[in-house]
């Protein structure tokens, strides 16, 4: 049975992180009937919380899938040398960019194993996980640019196999790394449907959620404003689920809740195991999101999986979602998405019914559509 190493900043229990654990979590699951599965990630979860496992360790996660989870001592270049070499995988699988025990140091360590032994020549798959997208580029600039440098100054994105998730990600991937290197146009793996569950929307009124980080990339203080211009007459409530990953923008958004009138209630919930996510959407009437872009967005498709239209930026995969009365994706100017939030809050329960049916509807036909076993499996070179 061949192998899959890997590499990651953080893996289940950790969850903070939202999306690229659950696609790695869900991805593990879809392929170790056909291979042995290796993970490599902190014992830490997204701010530095300490998880509750046995450290610099291989450990059993799941059928054919074991977990190494490096303290310190275990994020090294040495311990990631070591691990390669113990397992020599057919596949090294490395998701972001900007991690150095997770991307650095495998590439390097790669770099002179093949050299001593040529022998051994695993393919390597970088998924960038949207950290290339302008909107992602922007933040820290300055450091990610000097960063990029070194990297192509030392070759790394040479002998790459790239993926990118959607075609906006592939023209940033070959912008960086240019055309000719090889790479697949494959999405993540989204957790299967649920049941859509059974809900009931009060007319007049309108109760959103997002799960999400709390970061300046959501784009919620956009979403905040919007709701400052809802007029009177009208309810809503808005429930934040997530960890505060920008404490500053954290702050930013408190002081604009506290202006907002008193017929519009935002609540900020804390973060949320993804176990529990399902059960929680399926209480509100609209899933919102004005995000400045996702190269996926796990809890958008969670949300259409449960039978919660969704409300989101125009700068995501899912598009066109109101011509399958899946949802709504708007530009980011604040006029449509104040007359669509009017709209929603008027919508009686028998018109939201079709859209609850038919998010779902949505989610099964994306999966129906998709073989993504087959297709891991080709991106791999694993058949």
């Not at 275990?74 to 057919?90: A, F, H, M, N, T």
């Not at 600039?141 to 906006?168: E, I």
């Not at 146009?185 to 109760?207: D, E, Y």
């Not at 505060?244 to 408190?254: F, G, H, M, P, R």
């Amino acid at each position: 049975m061949k192998s899959i190493l890997i590499f990651y900043d953080y893996f289940s229990p950790a969850y903070k992180a939202g999306g690229p654990i659950r696609s790695l979590q869900n991805l593990t699951a879809l392929l170790s009937e056909s291979c042995r599965m290796y993970v490599y990630t902190s014992a830490v979860d997204l701010g530095g919380a300490p998880l509750t496992v046995e450290k610099d360790q291989w450990v059993p996660f799941s059928k054919n899938v074991e977990v190494f989870y490096g303290s310190l001592k275990g994020l090294s270049v040495k311990c990631v040398y070591q691990q390669l070499r113990r397992i020599r995988p057919e596949v090294v699988y490395i998701n972001g960019l900007f991690t150095p025990y997770a991307v650095l140091y495998p590439l390097l360590a790669l770099r002179f194993l093949r050299l001593k032994d040529s022998s051994w020549q695993p393919k390597i798959v970088l998924a960038p996980r949207g950290m290339l997208k302008p909107s992602a580029l922007s933040l820290k600039a300055p450091k990610k640019k000097l960063y990029l440098r070194v990297f192509k100054a030392l070759g790394l994105h040479k002998g790459l196999h790239w993926q990118a998730t959607d075609p906006q990600e592939q023209a940033d991937i070959q912008l960086f790394s240019g055309k000719k290197g090889p790479l697949s146009l494959l999405g993540n793996v989204p957790l299967v449907p649920s049941s859509p569950g059974q809900h009931t929307k009060a007319a007049g009124s309108l109760r959103l959620v997002s799960v999400s980080l709390i970061a300046r990339t959501k784009n919620l203080l956009f979403l905040l404003k919007c709701l400052k211009e809802v007029p009177a007459g009208l309810e809503l409530s808005y429930d934040i689920y997530g960890p505060i990953k920008e404490e500053d923008y954290w702050q930013l958004l408190q002081g604009a809740i506290n202006q907002l009138p008193s017929h519009i209630q935002v609540n900020y919930k804390g973060a949320i195991p993804p176990e529990e996510v399902t059960d929680l959407l399926q209480q509100y009437d609209c899933f919102v999101l004005p995000t400045l872009g996702e190269n996926f967005g796990h809890a958008i498709f969670e949300a259409l999986g449960a039978g919660v239209p969704v409300l989101i930026s125009n700068q995501t995969p899912w598009k066109e979602l109101e011509q399958v009365r899946a949802g709504w994706d708007l530009p980011l100017q604040q006029k449509p998405w104040i007359e669509k939030l009017k709209e929603l809050t008027d919508m009686p329960d028998p018109e939201f019914q079709h859209w609850h049916q038919g998010a779902h509807a949505y989610a099964v036909a994306y999966l129906e559509e998709k073989d993504l076993k087959q297709q891991y499996l080709e991106l791999f070179g694993i058949l």
